[in-house]
C-alpha cells in the first residue's frame, strides 16, 4: 500500500511559479509510474503530465513548456514545476502512482492518489 502526500500549494499571481512535491511511502518509490492530475471546481479530474519507472515524462498540452515534472527516487519524491502560472490553472493538484503498464494519461490506471494541494492563481 502506497501513501502519497501533496505538499507546496497556494496562492501565485499569473505569471509566477510554484513547486509542487508529493512524498511516497509504503512502497518501492521507483516500482511506480507517477503522474499529477488537477481538478478544478464543478470539473472533471485532468490528466496533467506523467513521468514513467524509467524518467520518460509527457505532459498535456495546456501545460507543455511551463509545467515539468520529475522525480527524485532516492528521496522517494514526485515534483511539478509550474511557471508562467495562469489563473486557469486554479485547481487542487493531486499526484498519483500506478504499478501497471498503462498509460500514464488515463486517472483509471492509477491505483494511489494523495489527498490533494490547492493552487490558486490570481490575474
Known amino acids: 500500500q502506497v501513501q502519497l502526500v501533496e505538499s507546496g500549494g497556494g496562492l501565485v499571481q499569473a505569471g509566477g511559479s510554484l513547486r509542487l512535491s508529493c512524498i511516497a511511502s509504503g512502497g518501492t518509490f521507483s516500482n511506480y509510474g507517477m503522474g499529477w492530475f488537477r481538478q478544478a471546481p464543478g470539473k472533471e479530474r485532468e490528466f496533467v503530465a506523467t513521468i514513467s519507472r524509467s524518467g520518460a515524462a509527457y505532459s498535456a498540452d495546456s501545460v507543455k513548456g511551463r509545467f515539468t515534472i520529475s522525480r527524485e527516487n532516492a528521496k522517494n519524491t514526485l515534483y511539478l514545476q509550474m511557471n508562467r502560472v495562469k489563473p486557469e490553472d486554479t485547481a487542487v493538484y493531486y499526484c498519483?502512482?500506478?504499478?501497471?503498464?498503462?498509460?500514464?494519461?488515463?486517472?483509471?490506471?492509477?491505483?494511489?492518489w494523495g489527498q490533494g494541494t490547492q493552487v490558486t492563481v490570481s490575474s
Open positions: 498519483a502512482a500506478k504499478s501497471g503498464a498503462g498509460s500514464g494519461v488515463r486517472r483509471d490506471n492509477y491505483a494511489y
